[in-house]
Nanobody
Framework: QVQLVESGGGLVQAGGSLRLSCTAS????????MGWYRQPPGNQRELVAS???????????NYVDSVKGRFTISRDNANNTVYLQMNSLKPEDTGVYYC?????????WGQGIQVTVSS
């Protein structure tokens, strides 16, 4: 079972920034892709950002339209960590953020971390 540990959430005012971290118990190169999802209060979980991680040459990155230009997903291969830098935060970014890692025949989730953006 692949373990994913998230950190970096919290309460921030609109316009502020937060950086989420997701550290995996295995090498990032052992995954096919990693990403961040969020679940706003009363809504379904949605994909926020994802990146292909299985190659040392890097891989494609995708963002949901609502965060393009404000959020950046990145990786630290040496520390098996994927980050989500969130700038210009809006109240509608509030929710529980989950890290996800996908392998060839498995998928794992972090425990989730709360992000609250006040207006």
């Amino acid at each position: 079972q692949v373990q994913l540990v998230e950190s970096g959430g919290g309460l921030v005012q609109a316009g502020g920034s937060l950086r989420l971290s997701c550290t995996a118990s295995i090498s990032i190169f052992s995954t096919v892709a990693m990403g961040w999802y969020r679940q706003p209060p009363g809504n379904q979980r949605e994909l926020v950002a994802s990146m292909v991680t299985g190659s040392t040459l890097g891989g494609s990155i995708n963002y949901v339209d609502s965060v393009k230009g404000r959020f950046t997903i990145s990786r630290d291969n040496a520390n098996n960590t994927v980050y989500l830098q969130m700038n210009s935060l809006k109240p509608e970014d509030t929710g529980v953020y989950y890290c996800n890692a996908v392998g060839r025949s498995w998928s794992s989730w972090g425990q989730g971390i709360q992000v609250t953006v006040s207006s």
